[in-house]
């Protein structure tokens, strides 16, 4: 069983603080992937990896920055929290490519990171 | 630019009955269609999935309808249950290598006894 752990399940952090968002994977994925999800808004690609050392934007990478050191984990990194970074964080890992067979999911997600900023 | 919509943000359904949750996508690239489902502080999990040779697929009490002439896929619940209320959202992605998926805003479906 594929298993996505985030390292906080919630957080608490004053705004201006730097954050830090872990997550390990121990399928071997070469892909992870940061999300954050608010009402109304659906689930937001903030950053993502296709290997260790690289990095690309997603649609909202404004004040967010990722690592990845090792294959197995991928950190986001918060640089200067503020309130409008309140939300939830998910993190996912996958292959390379989504294979396309029905009813076999190609993503994996941890049980996300609460993070409210105050 | 919002690729995936789901334009109902709520639905709510009677135990036993029906649930049609729907989702439209605007780029012709995607070929690929997933639903997770998503408990409040949990991960969301894969719930049905279809490639875009297909029109319908069935697991269960679940099926996924997809019309690729109208951008427009459609799942189904039948019959619904109770442990069904969650948040369910649909997502797109390409083929290839380096594909991502694209979200929906997500329908909160609740069923009611």
């Known amino acids: 069983d594929v298993k996505v752990t985030q390292s906080s399940r919630y957080l608490v952090k004053r705004t201006g603080e730097k954050v830090f968002l872990e997550c390990v994977q121990d399928?071997?994925?070469?892909?992870m992937f940061w999300y954050r999800q608010d009402p109304g808004l659906g689930l937001r690609l903030i950053y993502f990896?296709?290997?260790?050392?690289?990095?690309e934007k997603g649609d909202i990478p404004e004040g967010y920055s990722v690592s990845r050191e090792k294959k197995e984990r991928f950190s986001l990194i918060l640089e200067s929290a503020s309130t409008n970074q309140t939300s939830m964080y998910l993190c996912?890992?996958?292959?390379?490519?989504?294979?396309?067979?029905?009813?076999?999911?190609?993503?994996?997600f941890g049980n996300g990171t609460r993070l409210t900023v105050t | 630019d919002q690729q995936v919509k789901q334009n109902s943000p709520s639905l709510s359904v009677q135990e036993g009955r029906i649930s049609i949750l729907n989702c439209d996508y605007t780029?012709?690239?995607?070929?690929?269609f997933l639903w997770y489902k998503k408990y409040p502080a949990e991960g969301p999990t894969f719930l049905i999935s279809?490639?875009?040779?297909?029109d319908k697929n069935e697991d269960g009490r679940f099926t996924v309808f997809l019309n690729k002439s109208a951008k427009h896929l459609s799942l189904h619940i039948v019959p619904s249950q109770p442990g069904d209320s969650a948040v369910y959202f649909c997502?797109?992605?390409?083929?290839?290598?380096?594909?991502?998926?694209?979200f929906g805003q997500g329908t909160r479906l609740t069923i009611n006894p």
């Open positions: 996912a890992s996958s292959f390379p490519t989504f294979v396309q067979h029905d009813n076999n999911s190609p993503l994996h």
């Open positions: 399928m071997d994925h070469e892909n």
């Open positions: 990896s296709y290997d260790v050392k690289m990095k």
């Open positions: 780029n012709s690239m995607f070929d690929y």
């Open positions: 279809i490639s875009s040779i297909k």
């Open positions: 997502a797109a992605s390409g083929s290839g290598i380096r594909q991502k998926l694209v």
